[in-house]
């Protein structure tokens, strides 16, 4: 069904072309090229794995404002959060409870995860869904691709196509807690048969759910084209400008119950008169450049080849008041009555990243062959500077270079993989891929050790990794299909890995993935069952502690596994009505968990013991309807409880009550309905519309931070524990009730 939807839209695509310029331009070939750079990171329709496709109608419905995360968020296994309460700045996405350092991204197969973090920032890429064709999301181990390695998923996105006819969209949206989008898409068509050329210009704006917690983001996407009978070659170019008020510390239940929903500790501190103050510029600052180059080249029917290169730089800064410093780690000379104070720090960094991307795909009757890889080049400078400091009197200078280290990463992979039809209705598939990762730091960093002396980075780690992937997809008819496969990757520890255990370096990740399915498809009805087992050494787990700047920690738990079931599924019992729906039940668990406990200094282990931020259970419905030009859809998620340690504790103990460790589960709906104005004189269609999210109106945290001592409980058990010495939290992210965006479409 997909191969024939394809075939149509190419062939309607080609006619329109062919009107344009009928000897000059195969609008079938021009498609083929322009998504020849994504085809070799993809999952085709006979690989044995479990994945999802999104096209730009199917974000269009749902793309008000709220970053991408959010228009990913019904799609299996997904788990979305945001740090302003509103999906727009800071925002996070999971999928079978892996984090995003842990989630490979890549855009036209080029990496876009940052190369040290290995997460991804999309405040950093607002209203990049506007410039998208499509997306496809892999869930386990995925096909090998570029970047990192997927632990959990990975997002293969491919930007919008050069279209043949020229057109104008403006997109616009405004709602609850100042909320706004604004859009512009512009598009050239082709230029005497051979140039075409697109665009797009975004602003985006809230106010925040939570408390200042203010975002104002502008972004840009370009592209310029030269299309030949068997060569495409395009220059692509697209940027971000983040300014986002600091909301990552979150609130705890106290504080809540206190303060609002809405208490936002961030740049808290007391003025010179002793009142409680917020700082206004405790801000993240990032400004990030994307140049990409592809060729794409049809050698024969059966073969084509694509070579890319790109350049990103990134440079930013965030500010934060910081409370009763010990002065000494900010190399300020300290008096003996002064060795702590107040003071405004400023964190910077500036990177760039580089490299080429190619693959060889070989296509002829029932065989498909790729042979594909790339290198890049990561080079970045990290350093803080102390630029005010309280009650200054010339003694100290507060305009003051505390540290800077340098980083350099080189990551170089290269892979085969096949998939033929050897017997009837069986495709075997096979995947093999070398990475070579090598990473260094060198330079003083911000900690200091308990002599008070400056940690200085001098690392200098390489990595060899071999992953091989292999399945067999049985095709019993057109309505049922099964599959099985099995896949390897390593990963490498992340920068904050290697700064949250400078004594202990940290060991690289493996994780052995079994995949097996089944698929349905019918008339009206269609539906499929994944079961997974993903068995880890060494994988990195959320503790569910923060650090000193807000990140959360990760460590290494030895064995541990991720297993479950996905269920998907689809009707459209009438032409005007459907519904899709998806559920995840899953069981992730680390082994032989060992810690010391903190009141005997005694070596626990702990047998089993739930992973944090993976819920047992999700689930997600759309129901939609048509009449004429109206349309309406509601969207619903459940999501489980979740633990947000890695201990297995419930709560902990502070002056004689329990204060919960656990993220509650929560059910939430969002109900759009929109109209679509056609056949207007000076517009070709207009359509208005609005969304209620959270129509409900449930209050729930979907993600949050936690820390606990822990103690025996006497009876061979454990307990939290908390003393007044120690520091002990609980804090949650809260996320807004019912809210409500209006937006607009028009398209020229």
Same mark, same amino acid.
């Given at each position: 069904m997909k191969k024939a939807i394809l075939l149509c839209s190419c062939l309607e695509a080609a006619t329109i072309a062919l009107a344009?310029?009928?000897?000059?331009?195969?609008?079938?070939?021009?498609?083929?090229?322009?998504?020849?750079?994504?085809?070799?990171?993809?999952?085709?329709?006979?690989?044995?794995?479990?994945?999802?496709?999104?096209?730009?109608?199917?974000?269009?419905?749902?793309?008000?404002?709220?970053? &991408?995360? +959010?228009?990913?968020? @019904?799609?299996?296994?997904?788990?979305?959060? *945001?740090?302003?309460?509103?999906? =727009? /700045?800071?925002?996070s996405l999971r999928v079978r409870g892996t984090d995003a350092t842990r989630i490979n991204v890549t855009a036209n197969g080029i990496p876009i995860n940052d190369a040290e973090s290995n997460g991804l920032y999309w405040v950093n890429m607002p209203d990049f869904a506007s410039g998208l064709n499509s997306i496809q999301i892999q869930r386990?181990?995925?096909?090998?691709?570029?970047?990192?390695?997927?632990?959990?998923?990975?997002?293969?996105?491919?930007?919008?196509?050069?279209?043949?006819?020229?057109?104008?969209?403006?997109?616009?949206?405004?709602?609850?807690?100042?909320?706004?989008?604004?859009? &512009?898409? +512009?598009?050239?068509? @082709?230029?005497?048969?051979?140039?075409?050329? *697109?665009?797009?210009?975004?602003? =985006? /704006?809230?106010?925040?759910?939570?408390?200042?917690?203010?975002?104002?983001?502008?972004?840009?996407?370009?592209?310029?084209?030269?299309?030949?009978?068997?060569t495409v070659v395009k220059f692509i170019t697209f940027n971000g400008t983040e300014k986002t008020y600091h909301a990552w510390d979150y609130a705890t239940k106290d504080e809540m119950e206190e303060y609002g929903r809405r208490y936002n500790p961030c740049g808290k501190y007391k003025d010179a008169n002793g009142q409680t103050a917020f700082y206004?510029?405790?801000?993240?600052?990032?400004?990030?450049?994307?140049y990409q180059l592809l060729w794409n080249q049809l050698l024969s029917s059966q073969l084509?080849?694509?070579?890319?290169?790109?350049?990103?730089?990134?440079?930013?800064?965030?500010?934060?008041?910081?409370?009763?410093?010990?002065?000494?780690?900010?190399?300020?000379?300290?008096?003996?009555?002064?060795?702590?104070?107040?003071?405004?720090?400023?964190?910077?960094?500036?990177?760039d990243f580089y490299g080429t991307?190619?693959?060889?795909?070989?296509?002829?009757?029932?065989?498909?062959?790729?042979?594909?890889?790339?290198?890049?080049?990561?080079?970045?400078?990290?350093?803080?500077?102390?630029?005010?400091?309280?009650?200054?009197?010339?003694?100290?200078?507060?305009?003051?270079?505390?540290?800077?280290?340098?980083?350099?990463?080189?990551?170089?992979?290269?892979?085969?993989?096949?998939?033929?039809?050897?017997?009837?209705?069986?495709?075997?598939?096979?995947?093999?891929?070398?990475?070579?990762?090598?990473?260094?730091?060198?330079?003083?960093?911000?900690?200091?050790?308990?002599?008070?002396?400056?940690?200085?980075?001098?690392?200098?780690?390489?990595f060899n990794f071999f992953n091989p992937k292999a399945g067999l997809y049985w095709t019993i008819n057109p309505n049922h299909t099964?599959?099985?496969?099995?896949?390897?990757?390593?990963?490498?520890?992340?920068?904050?890995?290697?700064?949250?255990?400078?004594?202990?370096?940290?060991?690289?990740?493996?994780?052995?993935?079994?995949?097996?399915?089944?698929?349905?498809?019918?008339t009206t009805f269609a539906a499929g069952v994944n079961f997974y087992y993903m068995h880890y050494k060494d994988q990195f787990v959320l503790t569910g502690q923060q650090n000193a700047i807000g990140e959360m920690m990760a460590q290494n738990v030895g064995d541990s596994y991720r297993r479950g079931v996905e269920l998907t599924a689809s009707w459209k019992p009438f032409s005007f009505l459907q519904w899709n729906g998806n559920t995840t039940w899953s069981h992730n668990r680390s082994q032989n968990l060992k810690f010391y406990l903190d009141d005997i200094q005694e070596l626990y282990n702990v047998k089993s013991a739930p992973l944090s931020f993976s819920p047992d259970v999700t689930v997600n419905s759309v129901v939609k309807g048509f009449y004429k030009g109206f349309t309406a859809s509601l969207q619903s998620q459940f999501v489980g409880e979740q633990y947000m340690t890695t201990t297995g504790l419930r709560s902990y103990l502070e002056d004689d009550k329990n204060v919960s460790l656990m993220l509650d589960k929560f059910f939430v709906s969002n109900l759009d309905v929109s109209y679509t104005f056609r056949k207007l004189k000076l517009v070709k269609s207009l359509i208005l519309g609005c969304t209620i999210y959270n129509v409900f109106g449930d209050k729930y945290e979907s993600f949050g931070a936690a820390y606990t001592l822990t103690k025996s409980?006497?009876?061979?058990?454990?307990?939290g524990y908390q003393d007044a010495d120690w520091n002990s939290y609980s804090v949650y992210s809260a996320q807004a009730p019912v809210n409500f965006m209006v937006h607009l479409s028009v398209d020229f």
């Open positions: 344009v310029n009928p000897l000059e331009v195969d609008s079938l070939k021009l498609k083929e090229l322009q998504e020849v750079q994504v085809v070799s990171t993809r999952a085709s329709q006979k690989v044995p794995m479990a994945f999802t496709n999104l096209k730009m109608e199917d974000m269009k419905d749902i793309n008000f404002g709220k970053d &991408l995360p +959010f228009l990913l968020s @019904l799609t299996p296994s997904a788990l979305t959060s *945001s740090d302003a309460g509103t999906g =727009i /700045g800071y925002t386990g181990v995925g096909t090998s691709t570029n970047g990192n390695g997927a632990f959990g998923a990975s997002v293969n996105m491919q930007t919008e196509n050069i279209a043949d006819k020229p057109y104008v969209n403006f997109d616009a949206s405004a709602g609850s807690y100042g909320s706004h989008k604004e859009t &512009l898409r +512009f598009g050239s068509g @082709l230029l005497d048969g051979h140039w075409g050329f *697109s665009g797009r210009l975004s602003n =985006i /704006g809230s106010d925040g759910y939570i408390r200042r917690a203010s975002a104002r983001l502008n972004s840009y996407f370009f592209q310029g084209g030269y299309f030949g009978e068997t206004d510029d405790q801000t993240d600052n990032y400004h990030q450049q994307h084509n080849l694509n070579v890319a290169l790109h350049y990103t730089h990134g440079y930013g800064y965030y500010e934060q008041y910081k409370k009763n410093q010990e002065l000494y780690q900010y190399l300020l000379v300290p008096t003996p009555s002064d060795s702590t104070n107040d003071l405004i720090r400023r964190k910077l960094m500036e990177n991307v190619f693959s060889l795909n070989y296509k002829k009757s029932n065989l498909q062959a790729t042979f594909g890889g790339g290198w890049n080049k990561y080079d970045g400078e990290h350093y803080g500077d102390v630029i005010w400091l309280r009650g200054y009197n010339g003694s100290l200078n507060p305009d003051n270079e505390y540290y800077r280290n340098k980083a350099h990463k080189q990551d170089f992979n290269t892979y085969i993989r096949v998939n033929d039809e050897f017997a009837r209705g069986l495709n075997g598939y096979v995947d093999l891929q070398y990475r070579y990762v090598d990473y260094t730091m060198t330079g003083p960093s911000d900690l200091y050790d308990k002599m008070q002396q400056q940690i200085s980075y001098n690392m200098n780690t390489h099964i599959y099985a496969s099995y896949g390897m990757a390593h990963k490498e520890p992340t920068r904050n890995d290697y700064e949250d255990n400078v004594k202990n370096l940290p060991k690289a990740e493996m994780l052995n993935d079994f995949e097996w399915g089944y698929k349905f498809t019918g409980d006497g009876k061979g058990g454990m307990m």
